[in-house]
């Protein structure tokens, strides 16, 4: 049986050896899932996927800091920001129950012609079928919460392939939802190779596809989808802010330094291009270095640990070429800019990259903010505009009506005003658009996406 190696990114050191599952096991969980949901009479109640929620909730916070420390190690992120994706799943599972009661259809008016005379019509939602997710290494709690919960919400059965450098916060989670009392087929974490996980895709026993990872694959997948097969995707982006002259430097500022190098930059919404009016370009670069050569990296499990490794080694020497590109084509380097060790790059600003460089026109994914200067707000929006990624973006200005204005220009899903790009809370929806994505992430969206309408009419002689 072929074995998958977790490796931990700070120092490269084994955690564990995994089995990954073949071809012929995924076709097997697939059968079984559609088993599941194919019979009715083995369907969950609501008030039992209820009690199961809670114990599932209840237990998550009686087992935190294990599931912090697995995760932590596993994937890299600072134990500070581990601990807050922690409170966030928690939470997640909770938005789930309390969204449940709020699932439901509606009526139909009938009546108003002659055809539709003497008839009743009411629509109800039902569970959409076998759900299969894949996710992404950057959040290894919070974004399987997002990709099984909703599913086990509304009852339908799910098979999640985790990431392959973090599959074991993954596992940890099943086995918790299982001991809450998920009888077994409902929710099956599948570690394996990407041809093994092409067949969720491509089955179709398979009735929705949610996927969290680059658009190249996501895209790729996507066009591989059984006919019927409904999908929801979460790519990166380059997120831009845009500071008018009069925003309030010393509030911004930190926003900026923990939206940009959180989780070394590795999350999709993380602040990447800030557009600065010219008059003020020069007091932004002084402050934000000074706060980022003050950000403590190290070992993600130490509890004061801000910026930690990057996920592979191999992601930091591309890092390193993207900036290195940037700084051969004129842009100046005003902190960091090196690789401080195999598995970390040093937190770092670039002044006014050229537009072609890779870290103006690619997500870069890494622990590197650019900083533009621009004349006209309207030149700035239409740099902020020009990839073809669209996420979420921000504006930092006192005046309401360019606070407005600058919304509505914006190509995002989300424009966070006097706040860093990577402003996220469960309930609101989350996603991108143009190569970014296609849906809205958020409990409750996912819940609604994971079932189906139904409709009923009756007919009477006596209405």
Known sequence: M????VYAPFDQSLIKEIPLAKSKEMSETID??????????QWIPKH?????????????????????QVSAMEGGKPWMDTQVEMKRAINGVKLAIENMGHLKGEEVAMGHTASSANRLAFTMREPIGVVASVSAFNHPINLIIHQTIPAIA???????????????TCLLLVEIFESAGLPKGWCTCMP????????????PKVNFFSFIGSAKVGWYLRSKLAPGTRCALEHGGAAPVIIEPD????????????????????VCVSVQRIYAHESIVDEIVEEMD??????KSGNPLDKDTEVGPLILPKEVDRVHEWVTEAKDKGAKIICGGQKHSETFYEPTIILNPSEDCKVSSQEIFGPVVCVYSYTDRQEAIDRANSLEFAFQSSVFTKDINIALD??????????????????????????????????????????????????????????
């Open 2 to 5: 072929s074995k998958l190696s």
């Open 32 to 41: 079984r899932a559609h088993a599941l949901f194919s019979d009715q009479t």
């Open 48 to 68: 039992q996927r209820v009690e199961i929620l809670e114990n599932i909730a209840f237990l998550m916070e009686e087992r935190s800091e294990e599931i912090i």
């Open 154 to 168: 509304v009852g339908s059965p799910v098979i999640i392939k985790p990431a392959p450098t973090t599959p074991l």
């Open 192 to 203: 394996c190779e990407n041809e093994v996980a092409e067949q969720l895709v491509t089955s």
């Open 247 to 266: 925003a309030d430097i010393k509030t911004m500022i930190p926003a900026l330094v923990k939206g940009g190098f959180y989780h070394a930059g590795q």
């Open 290 to 295: 000074a706060q980022v050569r003050a950000l």
């Open 406 to 463: 600058t919304v509505k220009k914006l190509n995002s899903t989300a424009v966070m005003v006097n706040d860093h790009t990577a402003f996220r809370v469960d309930w609101m929806p989350f996603g991108g658009r143009d190569s970014s994505g296609l849906g809205l992430g958020s409990i409750p969206h996912s819940m609604h996406d994971m079932t189906r309408e139904k409709l009923m009419v009756i007919k009477s002689h006596v209405l």
